[in-house]
């Protein structure tokens, strides 16, 4: 599941690009597909690197790439391993909502950003968040879950002041939204609601499908629904 529209980015073929927080390397995988692009993942969960190497490896393996290079690296967006402005576009999906010092791991992503180079980040969308809140205190509290919900403008107001200028936004995954609202409803740990089930089967089938009905639905949905929200933003000379 890719938030991030590369479409809507101007990079020239070789780009270098850093993924904070990859997880399991969907993003990271996505930005290898970008013509001769030079993919960099960092996480600090060794289980997630490995998920994220063999997506990789995998991808290499279909000819599934823009002919670029890919590494990963176990690091902390609080302090990231790379010298001043030697990245051309940084990606940040789902994960400052989990970070107590956001404004921290936004200065380093600043830092290694090139002059006049991109940023883009997710996070829950407010609404649908606050509703999975409002339903389970049990994923409100989970260990290593989400630390703040943010709303639209304050995160353009984090950024912009983080000397990163937001300049596109958009929501994303709306047919997402109902799942969770569900999976909290019943309890985020339970693994035998019979409905959450279905509807994750759904979810799997709709990925790796693709049908042209359920994504055009999507598009429909996502300004109301969309559970993500998606900020394109630039490094400030």
Known sequence: MVTVDFGRLDLAPGARVLDVGCG????????YRLPGALVVGVD????????ARKR???????NAHGGGRWDLCAANGLSLP????????????????????????????????????????SVPRWGPERL???????????????VRIYRKPALLKRLAGAGLKPH????????HTPYWWLKCLVGPQRADARLVNIYHRFLVWDLMKKPRLTRALERILNPILGKSLVVYARKQN
């Open 56 to 62: 990789l490896q995998l991808h290499e393996r279909l």
């Open 82 to 121: 790379f010298a001043d402005g030697c990245f051309d576009l940084v990606l940040c999906a789902e994960v400052l909502e989990h970070v107590r010092d956001d404004g921290r791991v936004l200065a380093e992503i600043r830092r290694v950003l090139r002059p006049g180079g991109d940023l883009v980040v």
């Open 24 to 31: 399991s390397g969907r993003h990271t995988a996505g930005a």
């Open 168 to 175: 596109a936004a958009h929501y994303a995954h709306s047919l």
């Open 132 to 146: 999975c809140w409002a339903l389970s205190a049990d994923y409100a509290a989970a260990e290593g879950g989400h």
């Open 44 to 51: 600090t969960a060794c289980a997630d690197l490995v998920a």
